[in-house]
């Protein structure tokens, strides 16, 4: 999977794109702009990350076993491979995790599940509850990701 890192040092963070979103939307919904500041004076440096919303959360008519099932093969990408590579190219082991709207849900579940990895949480707008992406569906996976 695709990612791309802005900045060269202080607090690390992870953007998590909206729903359906792609890691260069950090750049295209003109975020950088925002961030410049802090980013070009070395008091953050974010990783912008994809998903795979799509095969997942947003797949309302697919099975519901299934996209949790790949949800959950998202999630350990992001755990076991993409939060090493950030701690290689960082050196610090603190994450934030930033997310608006969908990306908001994954951010604060990836801190609520690893607070081991991730340190602080920055999820704004985000919709908490799984029942609007799997109706009355519950099983093991479904309740670890509410």
Known sequence: MEFKAYGHGGKTVMF???????????????????????????R????????????????????????????ERWYHYVVDEMVPTIHAMSG??????????????????????RPDLFDQVFAISGVYDSKDAFGDYMDDLVYQNS
């Not at 729903?19 to 004076?41: L, N, P, T, V, Y």
């Not at 994809?50 to 099975?63: F, L, M, P, R």
């Not at 994450?95 to 599940?113: E, K, P, Q, V, Y």
Request: hydrophobic share 40%; proline share 1%.
């Open 92 to 113: 610090y082991r603190g994450i934030m995790t930033f997310g608006a709207s969908m990306g908001a849900m994954h951010a604060a579940n990836l801190f609520f599940r």
């Open 16 to 42: 998590v794109p909206c729903q359906g979103g792609r890691f260069f939307d950090f750049e295209a919904f003109h975020m950088i702009d925002h961030w410049g500041q802090w980013i070009e004076e070395g």
């Open 44 to 71: 953050c440096t974010v990783y912008a990350i994809d998903t795979i919303d799509n095969e997942t959360w947003a797949d309302k008519g697919g099975d519901c076993r299934r996209r949790i099932e790949n949800h």
